[in-house]
């Protein structure tokens, strides 16, 4: 079924969603989602400074099986974009939650208010399960 963290927020779309000291948010592409696309090849991230909208594309994600989607769980300013993923994609297989993360993003709205709308680590463990 894949590792689901409880601390972290998650989105229909396999994306989590982590809080940071800084009051910005790290994100990537849960362990369910890695373990689905099989060896990861090469990752596509939008630049930092670019403003993202949550649910719109912000990049792909290629596999040797296929090439996927990468959609915005929140709104705001990218700060900082994992640039080792450029080199070394395989970061994501291997750790998705900690070295293979994607993005982080000082969002537009109040953190709480939109950390509500996504699901918390119960509802993405049912949402994946219901999945298989």
Known sequence: MGEVKQQLWYTDEHEWVQRTEN??????????????LGDIVFVELPEAGATIEQGAEIGTIESVKTVSDLFAPVTGTILKVNETLESTPELVNESPYEKGWMIEVEMDKDVEEALGKLLSADQYEQLISDEQ
């Not at 009051?23 to 689905?36: E, K, L, S």
């Open 23 to 36: 009051g910005t948010v790290r994100i990537g592409i849960t362990d369910f989602a890695q373990h689905q």
